[in-house]
């Protein structure tokens, strides 16, 4: 059977590495935000390489839904989808992806938005999703009957193994230590939007170092910032810690 994880992010998450880490084991196959496509075509935005995106993948959401139910294109008995939670402004919904196995990408508003405001020179509320997310996992959480798992970026990144390892055991699948670490460059399986946003992604062979610096956002950044706190902060209540 299908272990088939929706791990549900907003942008700049860590979550192109964290799909790296994944796509490093032998039993996964991975997916790069495959609503992204239907996303454009249904609300219009302008994302960079967005004609691109639309011609490279299917933007019809009940066909990409019924795709992300099936098996696996290499026969992977894990697959690993990376999905951001502000793509679904089409018919898709959190009861569609019953029989998934869903966990939580977070990071630190603050550090987010400014990540994000080195690729494009404004940023919205919607462009996060950060409250559908929260609405998301506590749907989630009372079907399980305890919290889903939830990791933040800078746990991840101060300590790989400890999280990770916890959040396989979360997940319901082995531990595999080839998660650390991967070849430098693009995959087949990036989206086609790669060439804009993977840079440096494509340079690492390994997760960075945990994030110590503060940010200074502009004004309108931190009113930002501080709109989406209250909903990172009922996701990192249950977030997984590792080791120390």
């Keep these: 059977m299908t272990i088939r994880i929706a791990m549900w992010s907003g942008p700049r998450n860590l979550s192109t590495a964290m799909m790296r880490s994944f796509g490093s084991r032998a039993d996964t196959f991975v997916s790069d935000e495959p609503f992204y496509g239907c996303f454009l075509k249904t609300t219009g935005a302008d994302h960079p390489m967005r004609e691109e995106t639309m011609v490279a993948m299917d933007c019809d959401w009940p066909s990409v839904m019924q795709t992300l139910r099936g098996e696996p294109p290499d026969g992977s008995p894990i697959w690993y989808q990376k999905h951001m939670w502000h793509h679904l402004e089409g018919p898709i919904g959190y009861d569609d992806f019953a029989g998934f196995t869903h966990a939580f990408l977070i990071r ?68 595999d230590p080839a998660m650390l670490s991967w070849a430098p460059g693009r995959r087949e399986t990036d989206g086609p939007w790669a060439p804009h946003w993977y840079g440096t992604v494509e340079r690492s062979t390994a997760f960075g170092q945990p994030e110590t610096h503060s940010v200074d956002l502009p004004p309108q950044g931190q009113l930002l910032a501080d709109r989406c706190r209250p909903h990172y902060e009922r996701l990192a209540a249950h977030r997984i810690k590792g080791r120390a």
Excluded: T
């Design 108 to 175: 630190e508003p603050e550090r987010m938005i400014a990540s994000y405001l080195c690729k494009s020179e404004s940023a919205a509320f919607e462009n996060f999703g950060l409250d559908r997310q929260a609405e998301f996992f506590e749907r989630e959480s009372n079907r399980l009957g305890h919290a889903a798992p939830v990791i933040d970026a800078n746990d991840v990144l101060a300590d790989p193994a400890g999280v990770l390892s916890q959040l396989c055991a979360a997940l319901g699948i082995p531990w």
